[in-house]
Structure formats: C-alpha cells, structure tokens
Antibody, heavy 124, light 107 residues
Framework: EVQLVESGGGLVKPGGSLRLSCAAS????????MNWVRQAPGKGLEWVSS????????YYADSVKGRFTISRDNAENSLFLRMNSLRGEDTAIYYC?????????????????WGRGTAVTVSS | EILMTQSPATLSVSPGERVTLSCEAS??????FAWYQQKPGQAPRLLIY???TRATGIPARFSGSGSGTEFTLTVSSLQSEDSAVYYC?????????FGQGTKLEIE
C-alpha cells in the first residue's frame, strides 16, 4: 500500500525548534519530488517546501525561508522538515505529500498522495 | 507570487444536480493546475491534475477544464459524499499557491 506517515509534531514555545519526519512506503521514494504543505486551524492550504528527487533542489515559501530546512534520506525512504525559530503563525497541521508521476510519465507538483498530517502548536 | 482566486466561496446544491466551480490565476499557469477535495478532519485528496486529467480512482463525474488563467471543476450528478471544501492549486511557478477554497454543501 502506498503510504506516507508523518511524525514529530507537538507543542513548542515561540523561538523553539521541531523536526518533522515523514516515512514513505509502497513506492519508489527516490524518484519522486516530495513536499510539505500546512494548514492552520480553520484555514486553507499553504505550500511550505519542496525537495526534488535527488535532493539537490530545495524550495521554500517566503514565510519559512531561513527558518525551515527540508531534507530527505532516499535510503531510508524518509522526508524531514527541520523547523527553527518557530512562531505562533507556524501553528498548523503539517502534511507530507508526494508529487504526481503517472504511468504516462507525466511529472508535476500536483500532490497525489498525502499523509494524515502531524499537528504543530507554537504557544507559550 | 501567483494569486489563485476561487468562486464562489460557498455553494449549496441539491443531490443529482450539476455544479461548476471556478478558479482564476493572476497570471498564466499553462496547464500546471490541480483541484483537490478536502473533507473535515481528512487530508486533501487530489481530483484533477494537468488541468483536466483525473487522478487515480476519481469518479468520472468529476471533470476539469481550462488553461492559462481560467479553470473550472465540474461535478455532474452530485452525491451526498461530494460535500467538502475544494481547492485549486498552480504548480507552474514557485511558490506553489492554492486558492482559498470553495465550500460545497449538498442540500
């Protein structure tokens, strides 16, 4: 079964740090672009960061640039998000999501597989 | 940053009816465009990518069209389980951006 499972969320004080993990299974992880998307309570979806399959190209939303770092371990089929200098506005459910790569060879940043998310709360 | 604007914000429709949701991009995104469905307490679900390609397992009553800046999602013969929030997304430019969502209620 194709699956993404996030972990590492929790309650952290402003200025603190967290490291989120996403364990992938059921597919050839190393060939896919992987992404983090978040959703603040009662709000819409916000793209956070993406990492291309080889890990050489990293992209960040302006709201997290310089504070968050995306990485991946293709040998362990895992995606990570290191979050530093956390702020109240980072409070959200963080989803790990896979970029589409279909049977016709189409590859794009539409997210076809999502995890269930891990909740991050930044509060004193 | 490309702004994605969805309309309407909320829609209430009867079962069996046909509904069209719209999304406008502030600049052309070609066909690098997707639609998602999100139900309460669940992760989003990809419905349409490349503007008009149904994702795996998505019923044929969902269809997408458009290119450039104007896109539509049509749901024919609405069913009760289609009640959800629908989001559009562009993936032509960085940062990737989503619309604010359309809440679809089934009467």
């Amino acid at each position: 079964e194709v699956q993404l499972v996030e972990s590492g969320g929790g309650l952290v004080k402003p200025g603190g740090s967290l490291r989120l993990s996403c364990a992938a299974s059921g597919f050839d992880f190393k060939i896919y672009t992987m992404n983090w998307v978040r959703q603040a309570p009662g709000k819409g979806l916000e793209w956070v960061s993406s990492i291309i399959n080889n890990g050489l190209y990293l992209y960040y939303a302006d709201s997290v640039k310089g504070r968050f770092t995306i990485s991946r371990d293709n040998a362990e089929n895992s995606l990570f998000l290191r979050m530093n200098s956390l702020r109240g506005e980072d409070t959200a459910i963080y989803y790990c999501a896979r970029g589409v790569y279909d049977k016709n060879g189409y590859k794009g940043d539409a997210y076809d597989i999502w995890g269930r998310g891990t909740a991050v709360t930044v509060s004193s | 940053e490309i702004l994605m604007t969805q309309s309407p914000a909320t829609l209430s429709v009867s079962p069996g009816e046909r509904v069209t949701l719209s999304c406008e991009a502030s600049q052309s995104v070609s066909k690098n465009f997707a639609w998602y469905q999100q139900k309460p307490g669940q992760a989003p679900r990809l419905l349409i990518y490349a503007a008009s390609t149904r994702a795996t397992g998505i019923p044929a009553r969902f269809s997408g069209s458009g290119s450039g800046t104007e896109f539509t999602l049509t749901v024919s013969s609405l069913q009760s389980e289609d009640s959800a929030v629908y989001y559009c997304q562009q993936y032509d430019n960085w940062p990737r951006t989503f619309g604010q969502g359309t809440k679809l209620e089934i009467e």
